[in-house]
């Protein structure tokens, strides 16, 4: 005969409890093998109390990381998975693909149908980090010159516009963006095609942006003037062409226009007359 017997939802709250007849026994043993404390409520499981109506523990797992990214967690799917100690969850079954063998506390995982999440090598890490930086300062920039009148720095000399581009704008005037002709306003060349003496482009995005901030900085301590004098970045940050001879060139120096309220109006890569 039954005399006691219990219903629990999956991660161990219980739903329905029933005795048999005669004696009413009362046993504390609960959902995979968790021990109940009938003043809190709770469930024991011998290095830490868990909390069956959330699915938590109370405490931070005591093996810290090793226990996984969740110091609170149960186990990730408590039909296959068991954790009597409160450590790191085991999974019992060694003959399950993805499922090894219980070995104590640690090392177990159950094969869920996922696929498994790829693994980068610190080559591909570093490129990750590298284009997340970029997509970072060409937002920034492109900020900055939504929020400068006349601001042209990043249409013009934008690291996203290509080399081809600039040699279409230094022999045509054409913007390497919009792809327009841009022409005097006004003079006695009104209308003409208004050709630069020189048409680059930055390398990075992360470049022009230090190029900004730097420039700013130089006019906190000094004045608008020198701010926008040419510096040299200490390493090679844009390439592009001179008008007429077309002589293709890399740049170390660059040029930052600041307006008076201390804007980027533009910012270049300069090439050594």
């Known amino acids: 005969d039954i005399v006691w017997s219990a219903r629990y939802t999956a991660y161990g709250k219980l739903s329905q409890l029933s005795h048999g007849g005669g004696e009413q026994l009362e046993q504390p043993l609960r959902f995979q093998g968790q021990y109940f404390d009938a003043e809190s409520g709770l469930h024991y499981n011998r290095h830490r109390y868990y909390q069956p109506d959330s699915g938590r523990y109370l405490t931070p797992d005591p093996l810290k990381l090793a226990g996984g990214l969740n110091a609170y967690r149960y186990v990730p799917n408590p039909t296959g998975w068991v954790d009597p100690l409160g450590l790191s969850g085991n ?3 060694g003959n399950r693909p993805g499922c090894r063998a219980p070995d104590g506390v640690v090392g177990a995982r159950v094969d869920d149908g996922e696929p498994s999440l790829p693994k980068m090598t610190a080559t591909q890490r570093r490129a990750r980090i590298d284009e997340l930086a970029e997509e970072n300062a060409y937002r920034r920039l492109d900020e900055l010159e939504r929020a400068t009148p006349g601001g042209h720095f990043l249409e013009k000399h934008g690291a996203q516009t290509t080399l081809q581009s600039q040699l279409e704008r230094v022999t045509s005037a054409k913007n390497p963006t ?5 022409t005097y306003g006004n003079g006695r060349r009104q209308g003409q095609p208004k050709i630069p003496t020189a048409a680059t482009h930055f390398l990075s995005h992360r470049d022009q942006l230090n190029a900004i901030y730097r420039a700013q900085l130089i006019l906190r301590y ?15 940050i844009g390439e592009g062409y001179k008008r007429g001879s077309l002589e293709y ?6 040029i930052v226009i600041l307006d008076n309220s201390g804007r980027p109006k533009t910012a270049y890569a300069e090439f050594d007359w």
């Open 91 to 93: 999974c019992p079954g």
């Open 178 to 182: 919009t792809g327009i002709v841009e």
């Open 222 to 236: 000094t004045n608008l003037e020198t701010s926008r004098l040419a510096f040299d970045m200490g390493k090679k």
């Open 249 to 254: 060139g890399q740049q170390t120096k660059a």
